[in-house]
């Protein structure tokens, strides 16, 4: 899967398991990067087994 130019892929060691939602991962990016949070792309989140 590529990014989009200019975009940069995140991968965390938590999931769905660890019950993190997209809107938390939107959340603490784009306050903590001072970004609008529509600015951030796509975000997939699976169970890794």
Same mark, same amino acid.
């Given at each position: 899967?590529?990014?989009?130019?200019?975009?940069?892929?995140?991968?965390?060691? $938590? #999931?769905? %398991?660890?019950?993190?939602?997209? @809107?938390?991962?939107?959340?603490? /990016? $784009? #306050?903590? %990067?001072?970004?609008?949070?529509? @600015?951030?792309?796509?975000?997939? /989140?699976?169970?890794?087994?």
């Amino acid at each position: 899967m590529s990014h989009e130019e200019g975009m940069v892929r995140l991968t965390l060691s $938590a #999931g769905k %398991a660890n019950g993190v939602r997209p @809107s938390d991962i939107v959340g603490s /990016i $784009a #306050g903590h %990067a001072d970004i609008p949070g529509r @600015s951030i792309g796509k975000i997939f /989140i699976k169970k890794i087994k």
